[in-house]
């Protein structure tokens, strides 16, 4: 069974700092790509960044380019996203998602439940 589970939200100062972690099982961990995505209140969803299988390509929306960077651990079966300069308009459920192939271009094939960030003085 494919799980991914995100931690690391909470309650964060604006300016603040934050890495939030994603551990996956269930599946090849290094056969897929990964993103991030993200959905405020009362608000669609919003992709964040992806990370190809190896770790060596990402991209991110221009929402969190320059502020947010995505990586993996594929010994550990963890991504991660740390989050600096955060706003609050950063304020939201973060989900990790994986894709069905090896690009984060790939179909997105399985969610984690999320986690909170929210980011207020």
């Known amino acids: 069974e494919v799980q991914l589970v995100e931690s690391g939200g909470g309650l964060v100062q604006p300016g603040g700092s934050l890495r939030l972690s994603c551990a996956a099982s269930g599946f090849t961990f290094s056969d897929n790509g990964i993103s991030w995505v993200r959905q405020a209140p009362g608000a669609g969803l919003e992709w964040l960044s992806g990370i190809n299988s190896a770790g060596g390509y990402t991209n991110y929306a221009d929402s969190v380019k320059g502020r947010f960077t995505i990586s993996r651990d594929n010994a550990k079966n963890i991504v991660f996203l740390q989050m600096n300069s955060l706003k609050s308009e950063d304020t939201a459920v973060y989900y990790c998602?994986?894709?069905?192939?090896?690009?984060?271009?790939?179909?997105?094939?399985?969610w984690g439940k999320g986690t909170l960030v929210a980011v207020s003085a």
């Open positions: 998602v994986e894709h069905d192939g090896l690009s984060a271009q790939s179909d997105m094939d399985y």
